[in-house]
C-alpha cells in the first residue's frame, strides 16, 4: 500500500524509510523549532490512527509546585533532546535541571546531597590501620578517602569502601610479610622443616637440625654433607622441582658453599656436564658428494647458484646405509636451498629427523 503524500492528522508521508520497508518518512506540520520536523512512522500506527503528530500535540501535566522526595519544582526547564525538563529546588537549598521522566518515575528525589553525605570514620580501627581523618581525593575514581596511621607508623590515604569491607587492612606492609613468610617461612636465615620437609623430602634427604628443630637440613648436592639452606634457597629447589611461577632454566641444587658449587661437574650444567659436548657429528660420504655435484654439473637445481654447494640425501644415511649411497638418491642444492626448501619439508625438518642425516 502507498501512503505518499497521504495526510494522517497533523503528519503528511514523503515517502516510504529506506531503512525499514514497514516505515514512512512524515513531516510535521507543527512548527516547532520554526521549522517542520520529520520523523519516521509504522503503517500501523499510521493507518489505525495512534501517531497523528511528531509528538508536539501530546499534552503532558504540569508539575510546577509538585513535591518529589526532597524536591519541589519551580518551573519548567524547556527541553534537552526529547525530554522535559524540570528547574527543582532542593530542601538542602541547593538547585538541579531535572527531566520530568526522572521526576515522575521517583527515579530522582535529592539534588544529589544525600549521596554526599558520607559517615565520619574518624577514630575508627579496621585492622592495623587507625583513621586520624577525611582526605582530599586525589584520584580519578568516585568515594570518599580517609587519612589512615599504620601501626608500623606509616600514614596512607584510603577509600572508605576498602576499610569498610576490610579489602585493606594496613598501609602494605601487612602484605610484604605475609608473601616474605610465604617464601621463606623462617626468614632468611633458615627454612621451616614443617614447611619444607613434605615438599622436598620426594628428591632430597631431608631431617630436623639438632641445634634448631624448626629448621630443615639437607644434604649438599657435592659433598653430601648436612647443612641448613636458607629460605630463598629451599623456595628455588621448590621452584625447580615443582616447575612452577615459570620458573625456566634455574640451579635448584642445594650447596653448601660456593666452593661445591665450583667444584661441582654438573652445577649449573642443564643439558650436560661441565666442559663435555656432545657428538653431533654424522657419517660423510665425499666420493658420493661428488658423484652428485658432477652429474647436476655443480649447480643447485632449485635455484641455479654455484656457490656453496651441498649434496642432499632423499633416503637419510642413518634412515637406509646402504640405498644412500646411491647417486640417484641425491641432488645438489646451495645452501641456502638445503636449509630453507629441502629440510623445511615434513618429514626432513630437524625436529623430525633429530640426530639421523639426511
Known sequence: MDLTDRTFGYLTVKNRSLLNKYKWDCVCDCGRDNCL?????STGNLNNGMTKSCGCKVKFKDLTGKRFGNLTVIEKAGHKGKAITYHCLCDCGGEKVISRNHLAMGKTKTCGCTIRKVKDL?????????????TENLTKTRGAYWLCMCDCGKEKAIKAASLK????????CYGKKARFEAVSIG?????????????????EKVRRDPENKKAVQVKCSFCNEWFSPSGSQAYRRKIGLYAILGSGISEGRFYCSDGCKTQCPVYYQISYPKDFKPDHARPSQPEWRDLVLTRDNNECQLCGSTEDLHA?????IELNPIESADVDNGITLCKNCHITIAHDQEGCRPVDLQRQAC
Open 187 to 203: 626468614g632468611p636465615d633458615f627454612a621451616s622443616y614443617d614447611v619444607y620437609a613434605p615438599v622436598l623430602s620426594f628428591a
Open 312 to 316: 642432499h640425501h632423499f633416503e637419510g
Open 37 to 41: 520536523k520529520s520523523v519516521t512512522i
Open 122 to 134: 574518624t577514630g575508627q580501627r579496621f585492622g592495623r590501620l587507625k583513621v586520624l581523618e577525611r
Open 165 to 172: 569491607s576490610e579489602a585493606t587492612v594496613s598501609c602494605g
